[in-house]
């Protein structure tokens, strides 16, 4: 496939490496330097784009990218307020998009036993459950994509908590939930990858579930083989639609 990258950070390099080891091809590279002159036409005769830019910049590239007929695999976070409007104009433009807040084999199985978790804990209401997502210090955005995701699949499976609440740690903020509410506890250290830990508490025990990721490459290979499975199909797609153990 010819592939254009949205965004050459930490991310976009790895990609590029992974994608030229599985004979794909990048033909053109875009960040915030050239970002402004990037036109319909030099995305002309690419396959696919893949966006890991910043939450700022997605929703741009995903449009440059509808206007381009191309489509889009997003792995950037930080723009969910976003998301019904964009899969409602995907949908009406007949244009193909796939977002994963998470492209790592792991953490997808995460997702899916984290659900499983939740049923399986809801009827014991003598526990709390709590999200931790540790995170490098660059990043942007909190709580991370994953740890949204983690929340929603424990919201859509228990009766005790029906939305989440953010709070960074160390940032000056008074945050207290309330019983039906669920913390995403965010820390920012060092340079983490990125490790999810959900908790379960009670007055007699902790159920600890918990993913370390080493290293980036699961989630750059992630993306790439989420552009592989986006080439022929139309429509809004999450990552969570390429799994098996999903269907
Ligand atoms: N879904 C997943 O599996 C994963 C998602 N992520 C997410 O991916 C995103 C990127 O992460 P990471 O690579 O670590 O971040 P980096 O900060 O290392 O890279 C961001 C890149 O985006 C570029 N950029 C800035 N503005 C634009 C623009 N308007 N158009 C295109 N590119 C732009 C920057 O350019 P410049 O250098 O010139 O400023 C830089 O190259 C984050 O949102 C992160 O949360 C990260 C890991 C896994
Ligand atoms: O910014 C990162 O680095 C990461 N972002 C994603 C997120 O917000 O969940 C995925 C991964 O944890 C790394």
Redesign the pocket.
């Known amino acids: 496939m010819k592939i254009v990258l ?7 390099q790895l990609i590029e490496k992974f994608a030229l080891k599985r004979g794909h091809e990048v033909v053109l590279i ?4 050239n ?1 402004e002159s990037i036109t319909i036409d030099d995305l002309e005769g690419a396959d696919v784009a893949i966006d ?4 700022d ?1 997605a929703l ?2 995903i449009s440059l990218c509808f206007e381009s007929d191309l489509p889009i695999v997003v ?4 723009w969910y307020e976003h998301m019904q409007e964009v899969r409602d104009t995907c949908i009406e433009a007949e244009q193909s998009l796939l977002y ?5 084999i792991g953490v997808n199985i995460f997702f899916h036993i984290n659900r499983l978790l939740a049923q399986a804990v809801d009827p014991y209401k003598q526990y709390d459950v709590q999200v931790e997502e540790i995170h490098h210090v ?2 942007l ?1 909190a709580p991370s ?1 994953t740890a949204i995701t983690i929340a929603e699949g424990i919201i859509e499976n228990s009766s005790s908590k029906s939305s989440w609440v953010n709070e960074v740690v160390g940032e000056e903020s008074d945050v207290i939930n309330k019983p039906d509410e669920l913390l995403i506890e965010s820390l920012r250290i060092e340079e983490v990858p990125g490790t999810h830990t959900v908790l379960y508490s009670s007055e007699v025990d902790q159920i600890e579930f918990k993913h370390t990721a080493h290293n ?1 490459d699961g ?1 750059a290979l ?2 790439v083989v989420a552009a592989e499975w986006l080439n022929g199909r139309k429509g809004f797609f999450q990552v969570t639609d390429i799994f098996d153990f999903n269907k």
Do not use: E, I, Q
Request: avoid cysteine; charge should be positive; charged fraction near 15%.
């Open positions: 949205l965004g050459y950070g930490k991310m976009g875009v960040d915030a330097h970002r890991f830019s910043t939450p910049a741009s590239n792995g950037t976070t930080g994963g807040s998470n492209f790592s660059h990043k955005d994509g980036r989630f992630g993306a």
